[in-house]
């Protein structure tokens, strides 16, 4: 048992006042043009600009990224009875024998909840034709279950693709009639990474927006290592925690795979005496993950928060996340929780730009000695 002396974080310990300015709305004209805070001295935090990143690894040391691929998941319809929906797809089933086909999980928006058996008439992307028909099974992973559980008229993916819209976090204002726009085209392109391989997920890996081709290039001439791990981020990353005791927060799960190529490059890392640098919170849940569990492929409800023992990551890549989020948690975890508010102080005083469309900060791994909320 920890000592009664040894603080224990609440929900209100990752509060943080933001100016509303500072939530970015687009992201930067150049993706390697935002601004990258070097906070890994935690008295001497420097201000950069992300290109500046190869300079800053070493020869030797090992980026892993996270391909999962955004898929235009936001659908917008009605019930056949009436009343307007709108469904955020999380994830899609594998068919099974016995099941119905084309099965998919989804988030609903809609006045009244409709009832198993209910048709769903889902439109076109211009919003003034219908595209398809979704029929609903019931909820999902039960009865008692926040999400749907649908099956589509056909193969999900082709109609996402074909009528779906891009699912900006709730934070970017947009409205449905900029879906339809230049503005819709600008974000299909700049909310995905340039190495986005495997459809699925619900948000972007955001820290990954920021690397381009320039960068990778840099990065490859200076010696820096780089492989993948999927995990498909989930609409659950946007979920606020409620609770203020934290181990009653149910963390939402998310499918991850960790390829025997990566798996490698880690221990060649290792051997050589490099240092592992995650992409994300997400590349971090995927590597803790697996050092947990021994799985490479699954899905994970790990909840980082601070006094976690981290096994894989060394130094991490993330943006700027909102307040009482379990990626800030994360972040407080893995670079100490008093340096992660002197940090995010200092970003705010600068006027960083924040979450997904926003900036970035490199982090190196402090040796927590708490024990785990």
Known sequence: MPS?????????????????ELIAQNPAAERSASRLLDARDPLQPVDRIFRDLPSLLNPGDLLVFNDTQVVNARLFGEKA?????????????ADEPGQA??????????????????????WDRSGRRPAFEASLLGRWPDENGALF???????????????????????????????????????????????????????APTAALHFDETVLQA???????????????????????????????????????????????????????????????????????????????????????PGFAFQVVDVLITNFHLPKSTLLMLVAAFS??????????????QKYRFFSYGDAMLLSRMVSKLPAC
């Open 149 to 203: 559980l649908l099956s589509f008229s056909d193969e999900p993916h082709h109609l996402m693709a074909a009528h779906g819209h891009m699912p900006l976090p709730p934070y970017i204002e947009r409205t449905q009639k900029s879906a339809t726009d230049e503005h819709q085209l600008a974000d299909r392109q700049r909310y995905q990474t340039v190495f986005a391989k495997h459809p699925g997920a619900a948000a």
């Open 4 to 20: 009664s002396s040894v603080r224990q974080f609440t929900l209100s310990d990752f509060d943080f006042q933001l100016p509303p």
């Open 219 to 305: 990065l490859q001439a200076s010696g820096v290592q780089t492989a993948s791990v999927t995990l498909h981020v989930g609409a659950g990353t946007f979920s606020p925690v409620k609770t203020e005791n934290l181990s009653e927060h149910r963390m939402h799960s998310e499918w991850y795979r960790i390829p025997p190529a990566t798996l490698q490059a880690i221990a060649d890392c290792r051997a050589r005496g490099g240092r592992v640098v995650a992409v994300g919170t997400t590349s971090v849940r995927t590597l803790e993950s697996w050092a947990q569990t021994g799985h490479t492929e699954g899905d994970t409800r790990i909840f980082i928060t």
């Open 81 to 93: 009875s009436g009343g307007q929906l709108e469904l955020l797809v999380e994830r899609v089933l």
């Open 336 to 349: 100490g929780f008093e340096h992660m508010h002197r940090v995010y102080a200092h970003a705010i005083e």
């Open 101 to 122: 086909p084309n099965r998919v999980v989804a988030h609903m928006k809609v006045s009244k909840k409709p009832l198993p058996g209910a048709r769903l008439m889902l």
